[in-house]
């Protein structure tokens, strides 16, 4: 099932990033980069019409309480989201607590093993602090890219479910998961 999540006032550093909570003022960089073509759709959404619609979707991350800005040398160029996973396809999964994790970059930083080094410290705040038993990730099987972050991050392929995009089409999700090494049986 589910774990509720609240990230008010939590702050995770990395060596080269930190993650907080969202604010209005980011407004301008989640626009920049979720703008951007090519981008947004490899995670099932369209690229922001107009700053008004990062607004929207501002206010969600703000209100929602569990999606993380990536600030990088004092701008946000991305966002990991402690989402809800689908627990109709885990049944399996119903006696244990766990989330998915969603993630995007801006393009202009891809490639520099940044999102990694997110998902790893999101993954230790996860286990460690809010005792989750398990964590899934998944992406479109034709996102590389994001099948490389599953795997640096040491998550096991799980299953393969059919997800619907914001677009309108069906594509096929690859699904991954780690267990919590600390859960008890
Ligand atoms: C998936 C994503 C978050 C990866 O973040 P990242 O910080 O660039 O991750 P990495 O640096 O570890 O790179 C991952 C892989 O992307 C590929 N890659 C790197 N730079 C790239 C570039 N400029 N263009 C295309 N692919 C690139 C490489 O295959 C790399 O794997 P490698 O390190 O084994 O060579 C980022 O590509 C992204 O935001 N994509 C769009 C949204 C998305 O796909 N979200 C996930 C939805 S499930």
């Not at 959404?45 to 990062?54: A, F, G, Q, V």
Request: with cysteine; glycine share 8%; charged share 30%.
């Amino acid at each position: 099932m589910n774990k509720y999540i609240d990230i008010t006032n939590v702050v995770l550093k990395t060596d080269r990033l930190t993650l907080r909570p969202w604010r209005e003022s980011d407004l301008s960089d989640f626009y920049e980069y979720a703008r951007v073509d090519g981008v947004g759709q490899m995670a099932g959404w369209t690229p922001h019409r107009d700053i008004e619609e990062s607004k929207t979707i501002l206010s969600h991350f703000i209100e929602g309480r569990h999606d993380f800005a990536l600030e990088y040398q004092g701008k946000v160029i991305g966002s990991l989201g402690v989402k809800e996973y689908n627990e109709k396809n885990y049944p399996e999964l119903a006696a244990l607590q766990g989330r998915e994790l969603g993630y995007t970059l801006s393009k202009d930083y891809w490639g520099r093993g940044l999102m990694p080094e997110a998902v790893k410290a999101v993954v230790d705040w996860l286990f460690n602090e809010q005792k989750l038993d398990f964590i899934i990730v998944g992406h479109f099987d034709w996102n590389g890219q994001s099948k490389r972050v599953a795997q640096k991050c040491g998550f096991q392929y799980v299953k393969t479910t059919e997800f619907e995009t914001r677009y309108g089409t069906m594509e096929t999700c690859l699904e991954y998961i780690q267990y919590n090494p600390e859960r008890s049986e």
